[in-house]
């Protein structure tokens, strides 16, 4: 097992998690309330984990994270996702700071507090479902590094307990410094052009419009696309229907004015002299994310790249449940097919 010790000790920590988990939180050498290195040297996982089973997956995105300047604040921007893999009810969640003595245990968190920042009642999970807190933020006075780890703890009918972790990086570097150092590039927000088309399920129905990239970044390696990052924004969303767009801004749709930007980062490199192209990547909406993968083509034109394709997903997965059959009876001609299509034409 590979062990890592991180300086952090002497540094202000400050969470900020949508409305609680403020505060801050001064360390050092000779913090008394750590676990593992200082009792049992070699040992990973905090005492209060051990000899729980993993019955839940957890994760952050962006993971590392970077920092963003904001109000003179650093804000180091994530969501946390976590899925079980059975129904379960959270009884216990929190995080822990990693310090040179061990894990600190700076926070713990109810079930009513969980069902606050993810959605959820009275802690329910439902097997296989991603449920999501979109603004698990880190802000701070000072830029810093530092790493921390997320818990969940829950039972089943029978009362058996079942946890779930999710460490992540905070790194103490600037995410623009970080795109420059490695070689980022702007794709062109004017000349791009993203066209989304929904469906009724009856006949041959349909209502479409357009969104505006927010910021789009990629760099290309020895004709190998190593690197993209697409941010859309939400607000800027029009359909050919005028007095729908309110709909579709508001809470039954995409909630704009909550989750004002959508984005899709890749996770794979692609080759782009292969002749069928495929950008496997993340896509997050309303602040859930799921993998994907987008068929495109690649083309170079005028001294520009230029990377065109169509995507189909399915947005129930993003909460967008809005008049579907899957969650919603006798609906007639009013329902909606879960599917959603956009096409998009990328230039630098």
């Not at 962006?62 to 180091?76: D, G, I, R, T």
């Not at 959820?120 to 790493?147: H, I």
Request: with cysteine; hydrophobic share 35%; proline share 3%.
């Amino acid at each position: 097992m590979k062990k890592i010790v991180l300086l952090i000790s002497g540094f202000i920590f400050c969470f900020c998690s949508n409305s609680s988990d403020k505060g801050s939180l001064k360390l050092n050498d000779n913090q008394k309330n750590t676990d593992t290195l200082v009792n049992e040297p070699g040992r990973l996982l905090p005492r209060k984990l051990r000899n729980i089973p993993f019955g839940i997956v957890a994760g952050h995105f962006p993971n590392p994270c970077y920092a963003e300047l904001e109000n003179s604040k650093y804000v180091w921007k994530h969501n946390t996702t976590i899925v079980a893999n059975k129904d379960l009810q959270i009884i216990e969640y929190g995080s822990f700071l990693y310090t040179v003595n061990g894990w600190y245990l700076r926070v713990t968190y109810s079930t009513k507090d969980f069902d606050e920042h993810y959605g959820t009642v009275n802690g329910q999970l439902k097997s296989g479902v991603t449920y999501c807190d979109p603004e698990s933020w880190r802000m701070s006075d000072s830029l810093f590094a530092g790493d921390a780890m997320w818990y969940y703890i829950a039972k089943d009918l029978n009362g058996n307990l079942f946890k779930g972790i999710a460490p992540i990086e905070t790194e103490g570097l600037m995410l623009k410094d970080v795109k420059i150092k490695e070689g980022y590039l702007k794709f062109s927000i004017a000349n791009s052009t993203v066209k989304w088309t929904g469906y009724g399920e009856i006949g041959d129905y349909s209502l479409s419009g357009d969104l505006k990239l927010k910021t789009a970044i990629y760099n290309i390696i020895s004709d190998t696309l190593k690197n993209a990052e697409l941010v859309f924004d939400m607000n800027s969303i029009t359909s050919d229907k005028k007095n729908l767009v309110d709909h579709l801004k508001g809470e039954d749709f995409f909630d704009c004015n909550k989750y004002p930007i959508a984005e899709f980062v890749l996770r794979d490199p692609i080759h782009l002299k292969k002749k069928s192209l495929e950008a496997k990547g993340i896509l997050t909406i309303k602040g859930i994310s799921q993998e994907i993968s987008v068929p495109m083509n690649y083309s170079y034109e005028n001294n520009q790249s230029v990377f065109s394709g169509k995507i189909s997903f399915d947005r129930t997965k993003f909460n967008v449940k809005y008049n579907s059959k899957s969650f919603f009876s006798n609906l007639g001609d009013q329902a909606i097919k879960n599917t959603i299509d956009v096409e998009f034409k990328i230039k630098s």
